[in-house]
């Protein structure tokens, strides 16, 4: 078994316009920047993007949108992208935003084969209208929907050649539960090791999940809102 | 001391030994800056890290290692990472001590909203609408008033809701207000002030607790 690909273009070759494609990351952290840079040159256009964010104008997924490429997206918070505020304000963009914890169990719930579930959150809110309710103890829950993608691009640390992944710090977040919701699983990592060097205790996502796996061949990382010590005390960016 | 100072100093003192907290972006963190020797709490961000530490030197600036603000930060011995639907497992399933948040609007039933302005502002809810949802306690820590003056502590709500009688208590630079069944009860004032200038400057109507008493901060750092 040898799901490695050698480049990013040939990872994303079989991403059709039109589908819907899961992008893991928070803000710029831990997201599959070879394969979004794949993806623009690609030039696909027409995409359903599901994502926690959208980048920032000129990176990540900023890029594709500023490329024409997304037709609709899904997330929980996209304040650090001017261009798509402007593109949504304008009705050219198709925008749905859900709570962060929501979004990340119908990912969980679209991998483990629970089409929907009950949750508190958004009741009374814009988020639970024209969706079933349901009175269960003394809490009334609103009925959330799995999501599901046709592909899941993710970003991992170090990875085999069987797929198996392990991430680094903060740069887990969405990743392991995008990688179980998609048709189409494709892994970068930073690091390709020998089967059998990922410890099998501290495995994340078993190598199941994972059609393709690849070396990113850069990693630019860049920090969206630099903090550092000098700097205690000041807030920092939006919600 | 700034408004926002005494805010956060007056939040940090409701800190128990061994109690997990997440902080809302701005005003919020700053109240990681006053907590009491002696008391361990352990910070939770929302994007999947139990365990955070205050901004890294330049040198340990790390980019996999961020908080929910994307700011750049440090792990405290003992922190742990995960994933972003465990992360919202523990906010959802009870297990956060407290939450505080900022908000732009709360009203006499404990609503929040602090999300969105409809056609003017698209940014998201981002976590707040799970935390407010999850959390064992949630306090509103804001201005009292807008720039303008206005109050934020209204009748209702008329900016759409982060969610529904959700707030347990909500703290200002002027007071503490906690929210009951029968409104908003005004437990502590500022220094300088009294339950009539508080309720001067709040559209909401004010209950006036029988044991209001003075609203003391915790020491600086």
Request: proline residues 4%.
């Amino acid at each position: 078994m040898n799901k490695v690909v050698q480049s990013a273009d040939e990872a994303v070759a079989a991403v059709a316009s039109g589908s819907t494609v899961m992008l893991g990351g928070f803000g710029l952290c831990g997201i599959p920047e070879n394969l979004i840079a794949a993806l623009v040159r690609r030039r696909v256009t027409g995409l359903h993007t599901i994502s926690n964010n959208m980048g920032v104008d000129g990176f990540g997924m900023g890029l594709m949108l500023e490329a024409g490429m997304i037709a609709s997206h899904i997330g929980s918070y996209v304040g650090e992208n001017r261009r798509l505020e402007t593109l949504v304000l304008k009705g050219e963009l198709d925008l749905t935003l859900i709570p962060q914890g929501t979004l990340a169990e119908r990912i969980r719930a679209g991998g483990a084969g629970i089409p929907a579930f009950y949750v508190p959150t958004g009741l009374g809110t814009v988020v639970a209208e024209g969706k079933e309710t349901r009175k269960i103890g003394d809490r009334t829950y609103v009925l959330e929907h799995a999501l599901h993608a046709d592909v899941a691009l993710i970003k991992a640390w170090k990875g085999d050649r069987l797929g198996n992944l392990v991430y680094r710090k903060t740069a887990r977040n969405f990743n392991p539960a995008m990688a179980t919701a998609a048709d189409l699983t494709i892994a970068e990592v930073e690091e390709l090791v020998e089967p059998g060097e990922l410890d099998p205790d501290q495995i994340v996502t078993p190598g199941i999940y994972v059609n393709r796996i690849l070396v990113g061949a850069t990693y630019q990382k860049p920090i969206e809102s630099k903090f550092i010590q000098a700097a205690i005390g000041q807030s920092g960016g939006a919600a | 001391m700034t408004g926002k100072e005494r805010i956060a100093r007056r939040i940090a003192r409701e800190f128990r030994d061994g109690f997990y907290v997440n902080l809302g972006i701005g005003l919020p963190t700053m109240i990681a800056g006053y907590i009491a020797a002696g008391i361990d709490v352990m910070f939770q961000s929302e994007n999947g890290m139990l365990g955070v530490g205050g901004p890294p030197s330049a040198e340990q600036e790390d980019p996999d290692l961020i908080n929910a603000g994307k700011q750049t930060v440090t792990e405290i011995p003992g922190c742990s990472f995960f994933g972003s639907e465990e992360s919202f497992a523990m906010i959802r399933g009870g297990h956060m001590d407290m939450s505080i948040l900022g908000a732009m609007q709360v009203d006499e039933h404990g609503n929040l909203a602090n999300w969105t302005i409809p056609g003017k502002m698209v940014k998201g809810m981002g976590g707040a609408m799970d935390l407010v949802a999850g959390a064992r306690r949630v306090i509103v820590a804001m201005e009292h008033q807008t720039k303008e003056g206005a109050s934020r502590i209204l009748k209702q709500c008329t900016l759409p809701l982060t969610g529904q009688s959700v707030v347990h208590d909500i703290v200002t630079e002027l007071c503490w207000i906690h929210v009951t069944p029968e409104g908003l009860v005004l437990t502590e004032v500022a220094e300088g002030f009294d339950a009539a200038a508080v309720q001067a400057r709040t559209e909401a109507k004010l209950i006036v607790s029988p044991e209001l008493r003075a609203m003391t901060v915790a020491a600086g750092s």
